[in-house]
């Protein structure tokens, strides 16, 4: 399956190649078996971190590459086109990376962004709370002030990677009696903070990252966990997650296009009658229809990393909403039309395809749910009435 490289400068076609290069050289059989056991991917984590891929978008001055999320989108999408996606970038280098090298002091960048960036460190990001879902104004983990410390109690659930993480960038709330409205706050908390526990949530994926429950039990903070402004913390959670929905749509699609190239190469040999089943169009057609829609959304994800990188963050929500809906829908309906061209090897191990089913339905529901995007965009693209 070819990239279209017609929007792409000449650097960021050479990063697409080398990224592809790198992880063609692991591959799905190394990443599969990591996988399977639960294992995290750290041979190729390490060394695509060494490469600078994962730290690309990261200032050039903390050991960042200095180029955007349009670039490590591309890093994303490449790992996961060649059997390999990574779900943490979507959250260290593209979540926790952004909101520190845009918010952060001149102290939390030079202790984390070196380490994001080069791989060496790792950052979860929990916002989602059982009580609140997708109802991110409802988080109810408050952050008190205790003299100059911060205290943080509350309760996360489905936060990616903590176990191999060296911190996580909590959302909390400080206290807003008066108005009830929410208030975030962003925390960097080290995971061996006393009071802060963490119980792995049995999953039906088959990925190198764990999700899991939080228990925050009057964790004690000093005032330098605080990332940015404790005034300002919805800005800067909006900064971060622009970033989380592009990246998003980068992982589904990498993923979307290792199943249909892999169904591709299956239906152009396999034959049971005369012909290879790819010459019947009720194979070809279905797997040509995905293809489009792939690319459909590839162009929106594109869309919104150059509006974001552009500085356009408002332009880039809405964008980086929709992509984040194209990807998972396309990618869902390219992985189930992959696993069916390959009929009873669409279900093997071998082929490595069923795995996908429920990766890319992540992209369905997480970080926002198909829903909440149609939401959106039915009242703020369209202007129609809040239902909810
Ligand atoms: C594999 C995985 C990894 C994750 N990693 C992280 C992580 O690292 N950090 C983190 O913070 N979170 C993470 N999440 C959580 C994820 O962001 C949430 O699952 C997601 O936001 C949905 O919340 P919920 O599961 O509580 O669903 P709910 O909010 O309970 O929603 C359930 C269903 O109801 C629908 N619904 C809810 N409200 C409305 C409405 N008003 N109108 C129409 N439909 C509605 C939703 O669309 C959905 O289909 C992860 C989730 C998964 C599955």
Redesign the pocket.
Known sequence: MSANHLLESTEQKSLRRAVGDLARRYGPAYFQAKARAGQPVEELWAEAGKLGYLGVNLPAEYGGGGAGITELSIVLEELGAAGCPLLMMI?SPAICGTVIARFGTEEQKRQWLPGLADGSRRM?????EPDA???SHRISTVARRDGEDWVLSGR??????IDHADAVLFVGRTEDARTGRLKPALFVVPRDTPGFEYTAIP?E?TAPEK?FQVFLDDVRLPPEALVGDEDAGLLQLFAGLNPERIMTAAFTLGMARYALSTAVEYAKTRTVWDAPIGAHQGIAHPLAQCSIEVELARLMMQKAAHLYDAGDDLGAGEAANMAKYAAGEASCRAVDQAVHTLGGNGLTQEYGLAALITATR?GR????????IL?YVAQHTLGLPR??
Do not use: C, D, H, W
């Not at 979860?124 to 989602?128: H, Q, V, Y």
């Not at 996360?156 to 990677?161: D, M």
């Not at 529901?365 to 909440?372: C, D, K, L």
């Open positions: 959250v979860a990001f929990g916002i989602t879902g997708s109802n996360k659930v489905f936060i990616s990677g999953m994926l999700q992540v529901i997480a970080p926002v749910s198909r829903e909440m939401n239902s909810y």
